[in-house]
């Protein structure tokens, strides 16, 4: 006589269990979407960090940071983007948030001493490195270390620095650069002019170092260009740098030769050149 009661009590059983895999299904569902829209984001953030316009990328991750503050992965990417955009302040404004929060790493730490590098906040660019351990050896890291030991005038530290830097890296004409501008400031001119030297060897397109390779050259007097690789209008600007520098050690003749040839060189006019010809002759 119980039978008949059996009969929906499993039908409702069954319904309850047909809902339970319903209610699994779409979660698994619901779960996937997410995990799309994770990967769709994380591929987003990659594309305007490397290829957006800087402020563009700034304003994207302006208003993601926005949404998610506690995320560390936005608020990176709001301080790199104001880093590309060379808002310098805004900058090391948030690499300061990023070192403060969960997660935050060395590199971080090394990228808001070097936004503050950039800020020219040297005392404080100082104290963020310090805060970094020194088994954190990295190019950038020891980089800024030299920079700053620079700004201190602590040429010792500075040139352990610049060595370390240079063996850490495949790329090292920049920092030689920067390693031989130290030099020039130290009045250290063949120190100098060896390191322009290698670094155009390294990359022959830095012209900043072909600039300073003259200067250091014109400071011992030696007004000939150096045989490194250059364009006509390089050439042209290597003699007006160099006329400059002649005028500024009282080398009138020689400085006026040398806008001579600068102007006579250069493919197109050459006001700069022209003037600084026109401002001595008329004195």
Same mark, same amino acid.
């Given at each position: 006589?119980?039978?008949?009661?059996?009969?929906?009590?499993?039908?409702?059983?069954?319904?309850?269990?047909?809902?339970c895999?319903?209610?699994?299904?779409?979660?698994?569902?619901?779960?996937?979407?997410?995990?799309?829209?994770?990967?769709d984001?994380?591929?987003?953030?990659?594309?305007?960090l490397?290829?957006?316009?800087?402020?563009?990328?700034v304003?994207?991750?302006?208003?993601?940071?926005?949404? $998610?503050? /506690?995320?560390?992965? @936005?608020? &990176? +990417?709001?301080?790199i983007?104001?880093? %590309?955009?060379k808002?310098?302040?805004?900058?090391?404004?948030?690499?300061?948030?990023?070192t403060?929060?969960?997660?935050?790493?060395?590199?971080?730490?090394?990228?808001?001493a070097?936004?503050?590098?950039?800020?020219?906040?040297?005392?404080?660019?100082?104290?963020?490195?310090?805060?970094?351990?020194?088994?954190?050896?990295?190019?950038?890291?020891?980089?800024?270390?030299?920079?700053?030991?620079?700004?201190n005038?602590?040429?010792?530290?500075?040139?352990h620095?610049?060595?370390?830097?240079?063996?850490?890296t495949?790329?090292?004409?920049?920092?030689?650069? $920067?390693? /031989?501008?130290?030099? @020039?400031? &130290? +009045?250290?001119?063949?120190?100098?002019? %060896?390191?322009?030297?290698?670094?155009?060897?390294?990359?022959?397109?830095?012209?900043?170092?072909?600039?300073n390779?003259?200067?250091?050259?014109?400071?011992?007097g030696?007004?000939?260009?150096p045989?490194?690789?250059?364009?006509?209008?390089?050439?042209?600007?290597?003699?007006?740098?160099?006329?400059?520098?002649?005028?500024?050690?009282?080398?009138?003749?020689?400085?006026?030769?040398?806008?001579?040839?600068?102007i006579?060189?250069?493919?197109?006019?050459?006001?700069?050149?022209?003037?600084?010809?026109?401002?001595?002759?008329?004195?």
């Amino acid at each position: 006589m119980r039978q008949p009661f059996l009969i929906p009590a499993v039908v409702v059983c069954g319904l309850i269990v047909s809902a339970c895999a319903k209610e699994s299904e779409e979660e698994k569902v619901e779960r996937t979407f997410q995990e799309v829209n994770v990967i769709d984001e994380t591929n987003l953030n990659d594309v305007m960090l490397n290829a957006a316009d800087p402020n563009e990328a700034v304003t994207y991750f302006h208003g993601a940071a926005s949404k $998610n503050p /506690g995320r560390i992965d @936005l608020q &990176r +990417g709001l301080a790199i983007s104001l880093t %590309r955009a060379k808002r310098t302040t805004e900058a090391a404004a948030a690499w300061k948030r990023v070192t403060t929060m969960k997660g935050a790493t060395n590199a971080d730490r090394v990228d808001y001493a070097g936004a503050l590098v950039r800020a020219g906040s040297w005392d404080q660019a100082r104290a963020a490195l310090d805060k970094v351990p020194p088994t954190h050896e990295t190019f950038k890291r020891y980089r800024l270390e030299a920079l700053v030991a620079d700004a201190n005038k602590d040429w010792k530290r500075s040139d352990h620095f610049y060595e370390t830097a240079v063996g850490l890296t495949t790329r090292p004409a920049g920092v030689m650069n $920067n390693w /031989g501008y130290s030099k @020039l400031t &130290r +009045g250290q001119y063949s120190d100098a002019e %060896r390191l322009f030297t290698e670094a155009i060897r390294q990359d022959n397109g830095l012209f900043t170092a072909k600039n300073n390779l003259v200067l250091a050259r014109s400071a011992q007097g030696n007004y000939t260009l150096p045989v490194i690789p250059m364009s006509q209008s390089e050439r042209a600007q290597l003699l007006n740098t160099m006329g400059i520098s002649a005028v500024k050690q009282g080398d009138v003749a020689t400085a006026k030769n040398l806008f001579r040839e600068a102007i006579a060189t250069h493919p197109q006019h050459f006001d700069e050149a022209v003037r600084s010809l026109r401002a001595l002759e008329e004195a």
